[in-house]
């Protein structure tokens, strides 16, 4: 049976900032386990008999397996006795051990200490109601990224985790967007400096209290957001919006998705980065147009057709996202016939759209051989007798 391990918050700065609480547990003469003794507290405590987990950090690669181990032996010394466990901040705060122990269905119990979050947010000379993202650097995932909120990034302890961070975030942010960089966040202490992403890792100091504030993206800077064209479609179709706009309907807006198709065609004949970058912009317009269209009659938006075709992806694809084992393409067909028959699909034998497809692909080709248009219907026509 395990005993209760109760973890400690150790604040964000020193002693005189310590709840008196927490320091008469800390120093009743308990071993008190730390994760770090790279923390103001304990440097002012050297009285209290502190176990160290730093040895564990220099035995592995990747943060994960490091917290991982800190808890098995943290979990191994709860079924013997009462654990006292501190961390840096607060325990609930980005703290990824607590998250494990309390995976682990441990008797854990948190006692207090300041977190980061209030000073960074002083030294920032931000407000945190305006909305807020927390990541780690060195588990940072882009998917979970929202450029039209304030991002706060922990962990970014050296240039190297600076730079890999830059390279990720240049995706998304202009390059010129600010970012400022936060030492040791406690008020009018702290040491803040404001750089364009582009420069983060340059002269960049190393230091484990160092965390980034990256402030919202507005204006122009959203116009790479899906959301942001669809929130411009939306206004365009809006009575506060435009009259081409306003009145148009799927049925009339057809012809343009097959104008719009060819004139792609054409880039990639071409092969005109730009220009196929246009046109394929001009596509997805028309995607988003429908959508637009369909979400003021109620009946769908962007996000339906967009969940339809990604779980689509998915489920066509077994043998990438899921048991399925496939050895060539037959085996691929096979698989892809068998999901749609899964989806109610009969297979006809010649699609009408494969036909006309066909059509205009021999029409679209001649002509961009020289031939008029007369000229190659006719060719058609004596072809398909």
Same mark, same amino acid.
């Given at each position: 049976?395990?005993?209760?391990?109760?973890?400690?918050?150790?604040?964000?700065?020193?002693?005189?900032?310590?709840?008196?609480?927490?320091?008469?547990?800390?120093?009743?003469?308990?071993?008190?386990?730390?994760?770090?003794?790279?923390?103001?507290?304990?440097?002012?405590?050297?009285?209290?008999?502190?176990?160290?987990?730093?040895?564990?950090?220099?035995?592995?690669?990747?943060?994960?397996? /490091? #917290?991982?181990? *800190? @808890? %098995?032996?943290? =979990?191994?010394?709860?079924?013997? $006795?009462?654990?006292?466990?501190?961390? &840096?901040?607060?325990?609930?705060?980005?703290?990824?051990?607590?998250?494990?122990?309390?995976?682990?269905?441990?008797?854990?119990?948190?006692?207090?200490?300041?977190?980061?979050?209030?000073?960074?947010?002083?030294?920032?000379?931000?407000?945190?109601?305006?909305?807020?993202?927390?990541?780690?650097?060195?588990?940072?995932?882009?998917?979970?990224?929202?450029?039209?909120?304030?991002?706060?990034?922990?962990? /970014? #302890?050296?240039? *190297? @985790? %600076?730079?890999? =961070?830059?390279?990720?975030?240049? $995706?998304?942010?202009?390059?010129?967007? &600010?970012?400022?960089?936060?030492?040791?966040?406690?008020?009018?202490?702290?040491?803040?400096?404001?750089?364009?992403?582009?420069?983060?890792?340059?002269?960049?100091?190393?230091?484990?209290?160092?965390?980034?504030?990256?402030?919202?993206?507005?204006?122009?800077?959203?116009?790479?957001?899906?959301?942001?064209?669809?929130?411009?479609?939306?206004?365009?179709?809006?009575?506060?919006?435009?009259?081409?706009?306003?009145?148009?309907?799927?049925?009339?807006?057809?012809?343009?998705?097959?104008?719009?198709?060819?004139?792609?065609?054409?880039?990639?004949?071409?092969?005109?980065?730009?220009?196929?970058?246009?046109?394929?912009?001009?596509?997805?317009?028309?995607?988003?147009?429908?959508?637009?269209?369909?979400?003021?009659?109620?009946?769908?938006?962007?996000?339906?057709?967009?969940?339809?075709?990604?779980?689509?992806?998915?489920?066509?694809?077994?043998?990438?996202?899921?048991?399925?084992?496939?050895?060539?393409?037959?085996?691929?067909?096979?698989?892809?016939?068998?999901?749609?028959?899964?989806?109610?699909?009969?297979?006809?034998?010649?699609?009408?759209?494969?036909?006309?497809?066909?059509?205009?692909?021999?029409?679209?080709?001649?002509?961009?051989?020289?031939?008029?248009?007369?000229?190659?219907?006719?060719?058609?026509?004596?072809?398909?007798?």
């Amino acid at each position: 049976m395990m005993n209760k391990i109760t973890v400690i918050g150790l604040g964000n700065y020193g002693l005189d900032e310590l709840p008196y609480g927490i320091y008469k547990l800390l120093t009743a003469g308990e071993k008190v386990y730390v994760r770090t003794l790279e923390h103001p507290v304990i440097q002012e405590l050297p009285e209290v008999e502190w176990h160290s987990f730093d040895d564990i950090y220099k035995k592995h690669d990747q943060f994960p397996a /490091v #917290y991982q181990e *800190i @808890v %098995a032996a943290l =979990l191994a010394a709860s079924e013997k $006795e009462g654990v006292l466990y501190a961390v &840096p901040g607060h325990p609930m705060v980005a703290e990824s051990t607590t998250q494990l122990l309390l995976e682990a269905d441990a008797a854990v119990e948190i006692k207090g200490g300041k977190s980061f979050i209030d000073d960074l947010f002083t030294a920032a000379k931000a407000d945190p109601n305006d909305g807020f993202q927390l990541l780690d650097a060195t588990a940072f995932d882009v998917r979970q990224l929202n450029i039209r909120n304030a991002l706060i990034v922990t962990q /970014v #302890y050296n240039q *190297i @985790v %600076a730079s890999d =961070l830059k390279i990720t975030l240049l $995706e998304h942010y202009p390059a010129d967007h &600010p970012v400022r960089i936060i030492t040791a966040a406690r008020n009018a202490d702290a040491a803040v400096t404001e750089v364009p992403l582009h420069e983060l890792d340059h002269e960049f100091s190393e230091s484990n209290l160092t965390s980034l504030f990256i402030p919202a993206v507005q204006g122009a800077g959203l116009y790479g957001e899906l959301s942001e064209l669809d929130r411009v479609m939306t206004h365009l179709i809006s009575p506060d919006g435009c009259p081409w706009d306003q009145k148009q309907t799927h049925a009339s807006l057809r012809r343009y998705l097959i104008e719009e198709s060819f004139e792609f065609m054409e880039a990639v004949d071409e092969d005109d980065i730009d220009h196929m970058i246009e046109e394929l912009g001009d596509i997805l317009l028309q995607v988003v147009f429908h959508a637009a269209l369909a979400k003021r009659e109620e009946l769908f938006d962007i996000r339906e057709v967009v969940t339809v075709v990604t779980d689509k992806m998915i489920r066509r694809h077994p043998h990438v996202f899921g048991d399925t084992v496939v050895n060539n393409l037959e085996d691929l067909n096979q698989v892809w016939e068998q999901e749609k028959r899964n989806e109610g699909k009969v297979k006809r034998e010649v699609k009408m759209e494969k036909q006309f497809a066909d059509l205009f692909m021999t029409l679209y080709d001649k002509v961009k051989e020289g031939a008029s248009l007369e000229e190659a219907l006719q060719e058609v026509k004596h072809e398909t007798r």
